[in-house]
């Protein structure tokens, strides 16, 4: 009996590390183990996923290395399908969102009276373009060093940006239509025309306007000397700091004439770039300079804070008409910002 127990002993001594390897993965006898016990196969496939979710959750310091790499190995894998559908997830996520935005923004079309929906705004890119002076905007003596003027964003989306000057017509509806439609836009203000109310682009900045400088006085600056041009675009950038928190980073000279002197001031008060135009918007009718009488992929357009005192009109009216001409012609309106 004595030498039957010592063969039993020996027996059950050989397959113990045969078990140890079988919860580690192991190969050989351990898959036939398995396969004649098909709870254990459960309780492994439980114990390889609460491995994958220590992985991710973080490692303890005191386990030892070979448990560590034993973890990683298990984690490959699965790790990789999470991730995957992690990511499709947040894609489904995002998609959702964007339907239900276009719901909303269509029925905020209906409600201000637009022909159509706007259009979705394409992702904005991860980096801007890379922005020169337009060919035949260049001024004497300028060089790269100075900001770029142009009229047209470098873009293969079909998106333009829609931009207002002036700041003399300051129509509450227009802010609640925007931002029903959720359609963005840049402000260029000058001081003269803004300071009676400044509390009504400081509603429009909470809204996302981007506040810009379009100089103090309104004034044709290449009829000015150095320090009357330095007066009126510097001075403005510190107003608009003081009043909206940015020191602004575009300006737009007013008429859309400058020289030398202006960019080099401008330059000298923290402006980085001079976008102008490619056409302008108004109630009734559009302005084209280009030949083509077009929209292109990151085209300019300008309108003006301007109302019925000025126009055929209301700038609700104004939007209405813009909007019509950008949506029909398939483009998306985009925040110069994201790539200025």
């Not at 559908?85 to 894609?91: D, L, P, V, Y």
């Not at 510097?234 to 980073?249: A, M, N, S, T, V």
Request: charged share 25%; with cysteine.
């Amino acid at each position: 009996m004595q030498l039957v127990r010592q063969k039993e002993e020996s027996i059950m001594k050989r397959r113990r590390p045969g078990q140890a390897e079988q919860g580690q993965g192991g190969t050989g006898g351990a898959r036939g183990y398995l396969r004649r016990r098909p709870g254990y196969a459960v309780l492994a496939a439980l114990l390889v996923a609460a491995v994958g979710s220590g992985c991710a959750a973080g490692t303890d310091s005191r386990t030892d290395a070979g448990a560590g790499q034993g973890a990683k190995a298990l984690a490959g894998q699965p790790g990789a399908q999470a991730g995957n559908a992690g990511a499709a997830g947040t894609r489904a996520a995002q998609a959702e969102k964007a339907r239900l935005a276009q719901a909303a923004r269509a029925v905020a079309a209906k409600r201000w009276g637009l022909a159509s929906t706007p259009l979705a705004v394409p992702v904005a890119p991860a980096v801007k373009p890379h922005i020169t002076t337009r060919k035949g905007f260049e001024v004497e003596g300028g060089d790269d060093s100075l900001p770029p003027v142009f009229t047209t964003v470098p873009t293969d989306k079909k998106i333009v940006f829609l931009t207002m000057d002036d700041g003399d017509d300051k129509d509450p509806e227009l802010l609640r239509m925007m931002s029903d439609l959720n359609i963005p836009y840049s402000a260029f203000l000058s001081d003269y025309l803004v300071r009676d109310d400044y509390g009504y682009f400081k509603d429009a900045q909470a809204r996302g306007v981007t506040i810009n400088n379009h100089t103090l006085n309104h004034r044709y600056l290449p009829g000015l000397s150095y320090d009357e041009q330095k007066q009126e675009i510097c001075d403005q950038q510190d107003i608009l700091q003081k009043q909206y928190g940015e020191r602004p980073r575009l300006f737009r000279p007013p008429y859309g004439n400058y020289n030398g002197d202006t960019l080099r001031i401008a330059k000298s008060c923290g402006i980085t770039a001079v976008p102008l135009w490619s056409e302008e918007a108004f109630p009734d009718h559009m302005e084209w300079r280009e030949e083509d009488q077009d929209l292109h992929p990151g085209d300019i357009i300008l309108t003006h804070f301007r109302g019925k005192k000025d126009w055929k009109g209301s700038m609700p009216d104004m939007i209405r008409a813009v909007m019509k001409v950008i949506t029909d012609k398939g483009y998306a309106v985009a925040r110069l910002e994201d790539y200025v």
